[in-house]
Nanobody
């Protein structure tokens, strides 16, 4: 079983920046990891994902504003979010998959508001 621990959410003004981090509670050799987000009444959507080799994939809505990186030594991923907009407000969830099972973090709230 994989327990993912997230950090870095909060309240920021439009145009501001936040950095989210996610790591497993114990070191495992994870392959792809990613961030999803969800707002009330909507389905969870992919924000960005990254393979162990560093190949990234971004949702069109965040491309050129968000950057996802990882440290393989720590199995940690970092989502740098710049030029934040009110529509980025959501609960952000870290996700990974191991042995054909999806694992999720507890979620961290990101609120973009003046």
């Amino acid at each position: 079983q994989v327990q993912l621990v997230e950090s870095g959410g909060g309240l920021v003004q439009p145009g501001g920046s936040l950095r989210l981090s996610c790591a497993p509670r114990s070191i495992v050799r994870l392959t792809a990891m990613g961030w999803y987000r969800q707002t009330a009444g909507k389905e969870r959507e992919l924000v960005a994902s990254i393979t162990r080799g560093g190949t990234t994939n971004y949702a069109d809505s965040v491309r050129d504003r968000f950057t996802l990186s990882r440290s393989n030594a720590k199995d940690t991923i970092y989502l740098q979010m710049n030029s934040l907009r009110p529509e980025d407000t959501a609960v952000y969830y870290c996700q990974t998959r191991l042995n054909e099972i999806n694992y999720w973090g507890q979620g961290t709230q990101v609120t973009v508001s003046s």
